[in-house]
């Protein structure tokens, strides 16, 4: 299957959605992802940050006190761009557009992740994390406090979009 999705058509479907899918975001995806939000220009990433905005308010007000500070604009721009070409993506695997998220879901997902509340939302969702660090993040380029949040909000973002499927 596709990029590590389980898809199964659905009968007389919804505009073409899928009746069940379950995307699960890979080692191999995340790299992907990565390489995809390192090469992009500024009038794509323009064009994915009005894309992320209009899909998922939630996210964007979550994140957006981050990208007001200036130390901080690198992170926020890599986070809101990476989410955008995972839901572009997730979104494509489907054949339709995926929820909204509130953006008291996120950061209560966000919260659990942190804790490390693995009996509350699963060892998979709490391994996010370390797979972000260690797969997306170049070592380096984004300092400690940068580097724990774009891992906690990634991890919270990508952990919704799976639970969507």
């Given at each position: 299957m596709r990029c590590g999705a389980?898809?199964?058509?659905?009968l007389g479907g919804n505009?073409?959605?899928?009746?069940?899918?379950?995307?699960?975001?890979?080692?191999?995806?995340?790299?992907r992802l990565t390489k995809a939000t390192r090469s992009i220009s500024a009038r794509q990433g323009e064009s994915l940050s009005a894309l992320l905005q209009r899909r998922q308010p939630g996210f964007c007000q979550m994140i957006e006190e981050v990208g007001l500070d200036p130390r901080c604009v690198q992170a926020y721009r890599f986070c809101s761009w990476f989410c955008a070409l995972a839901l572009k993506h997730a979104e494509e695997?489907?054949?339709?557009?995926?929820?909204?998220?509130?953006?008291?879901?996120?950061?209560?997902?966000?919260?659990l992740i942190a804790q490390g509340q693995e009996a509350r939302i699963g060892k998979r969702a709490c391994g996010n994390?370390?797979?972000?660090?260690?797969?997306?993040?170049?070592?380096?380029?984004f300092?400690?406090?940068?580097?724990?949040?774009?891992c906690t909000t990634i991890s919270a973002f990508l952990f919704m979009v799976e639970r969507s499927s």
């Amino acid at each position: 299957m596709r990029c590590g999705a389980r898809l199964k058509l659905a009968l007389g479907g919804n505009k073409g959605c899928l009746e069940s899918w379950a995307m699960k975001f890979t080692v191999p995806h995340l790299k992907r992802l990565t390489k995809a939000t390192r090469s992009i220009s500024a009038r794509q990433g323009e064009s994915l940050s009005a894309l992320l905005q209009r899909r998922q308010p939630g996210f964007c007000q979550m994140i957006e006190e981050v990208g007001l500070d200036p130390r901080c604009v690198q992170a926020y721009r890599f986070c809101s761009w990476f989410c955008a070409l995972a839901l572009k993506h997730a979104e494509e695997v489907a054949g339709c557009r995926l929820p909204r998220y509130p953006k008291a879901a996120l950061r209560t997902v966000a919260c659990l992740i942190a804790q490390g509340q693995e009996a509350r939302i699963g060892k998979r969702a709490c391994g996010n994390p370390k797979r972000i660090r260690r797969h997306v993040l170049i070592s380096g380029y984004f300092d400690e406090d940068d580097t724990g949040w774009l891992c906690t909000t990634i991890s919270a973002f990508l952990f919704m979009v799976e639970r969507s499927s």
